[in-house]
Nanobody, 124 residues
Framework: QVQLVESGGGLVQAGGTLRLSCAAS????????MGWFRQAPGKERGLVAA????????YYGDSVEGRFTISRDNAKNTVYLQMNNLNPEDTAVYYC?????????????????WGQGTQVTVSS
């Protein structure tokens, strides 16, 4: 079905910025909601941000709202996560995910396809 490949992770100082990219292939991305999840050591995987099929609606988890921005370029089959003012609590493996339809659930329950993940490490 759809293949997702994340990139852009790395090591950054607290207060810095990173931009993650998710490149999709095998399916037209515009048909699906997209999301970014993260999983830190010892914690459950959680939804960071989501975006509907057209980009007209977005959702952010409480801990990242105001700092992170999700966007998409359907012509390029790519989704982005701009991360500003990073802090050590943002350290995690970040995963790109494709929804089962054009809209997302805010609990992150309706995502079917996953990328391999990219590590984000924020030092203090």
């Amino acid at each position: 079905q759809v293949q997702l490949v994340e990139s852009g992770g790395g090591l950054v100082q607290a207060g810095g910025t990173l931009r993650l990219s998710c490149a999709a292939s095998g399916r037209t991305l515009r048909n699906y909601a997209m999301g970014w999840f993260r999983q830190a050591p010892g914690k459950e995987r959680g939804l960071v941000a989501a975006i509907n099929w057209s980009g007209s609606s977005t959702y952010y988890g409480d801990s990242v709202e105001g700092r992170f921005t999700i966007s998409r370029d359907n012509a390029k089959n790519t989704v982005y996560l701009q991360m500003n003012n990073l802090n050590p609590e943002d350290t995690a493996v970040y995963y790109c995910a494709a929804g089962v339809g054009p809209f997302y659930r805010r609990d992150g329950a309706s995502f079917a396809s996953w990328g391999q993940g990219t590590q984000v490490t924020v030092s203090s």
